[in-house]
Nanobody, 127 residues
Framework: VQLQASGGGLVQAGGSLRLSCAAS????????MGWFRQGPGKEREFVAA?????????NYADSLKGRFTISRDRAKNTVYLQMNSLKPEDTAVYYC????????????????????WGQGTQVTVSS
């Protein structure tokens, strides 16, 4: 499985970015896709994830609810992360990840749950 993340960049505080992550490789069955981030000197942390069933199964880090929205296009094997009202503390490398799962509505939130990782995309928010 290969994951290609894109959409990162430099944005001013209050601005928006939309990250994309396209999955390819092995034939896909059911899977959960998630976004994590790792700021300078920090551990990788959960941002958001979406289960196979889509909008009815999403989860967000509490501190990001209302600003970030995750969605997916199953036909394109692509997950998106819409980030609004960005803050300097959102500066980090953002990683997408996939875990194969038969639990359609279950959303995985731990780093260790995920089997495949993308290369990361840098998001920098200036004050």
């Amino acid at each position: 499985v290969q994951l290609q993340a894109s959409g990162g960049g430099l944005v001013q505080a209050g601005g928006s970015l939309r990250l994309s992550c396209a999955a390819s490789g092995r034939p896909f069955s059911r899977y959960c896709m998630g976004w994590f981030r790792q700021g300078p000197g920090k551990e990788r942390e959960f941002v958001a994830a979406i289960g196979w069933s889509g909008r009815s199964s999403t989860n967000y880090a509490d501190s990001l609810k209302g600003r970030f929205t995750i969605s997916r296009d199953r036909a394109k094997n692509t997950v998106y992360l819409q980030m609004n009202s960005l803050k300097p503390e959102d500066t980090a490398v953002y990683y997408c990840a996939v875990v194969i799962s038969t639990r359609d509505t279950y959303v995985y939130t731990r780093v260790g749950d995920y089997e495949y990782w993308g290369q990361g995309t840098q998001v920098t928010v200036s004050s």
